[in-house]
């Protein structure tokens, strides 16, 4: 069992970054791929990122390479996900969650979520 509890959302202008955070329990953190998924009104959620469990291998939707930054602390059992340039497309409920499949990319491949955190890009 893992619980994920997201933070660091808010509301910025386009052109700003800021750096989610997603704090999991449990002491297997290492054993999970995790990823970052959003959710945008009206839309269906949708994969941003992911990461293996030694931090070594990532994988990005294609919209958001070269802007955003996956990244994991297996210490602290945390997992980062840096957002910089943000677009007001990138405006979506931002949501964490822990896989067992190897940089899984899809919904139904992530066991656990966390309760998602709100990020709002104003052009």
């Known amino acids: 069992q893992v619980q994920l509890a997201e933070s660091g959302g808010g509301l910025v202008q386009a052109g700003d970054s800021l750096r989610l955070s997603c704090a999991a329990s449990g002491r297997t953190f290492s054993s999970y791929y995790m990823g970052w998924f959003r959710q945008a009104p009206g839309s269906e959620r949708e994969f941003v990122a992911a990461i293996s469990g030694s931090g070594a291998g990532t994988n990005y939707r294609d919209s958001v390479k070269g802007r955003f930054t996956i990244s994991r602390d297996n210490a602290k059992s945390t997992v980062y996900l840096q957002m910089n340039s943000l677009k007001p497309e990138d405006t979506a409920v931002y949501f964490c969650?822990?896989?067992?499949?190897?940089?899984?990319?899809?919904?139904?491949?992530?066991?656990?979520w966390g309760q998602g955190t709100q990020v709002t890009v104003s052009s």
């Open positions: 969650a822990a896989s067992l499949r190897y940089l899984a990319t899809t919904v139904k491949q992530y066991n656990y």
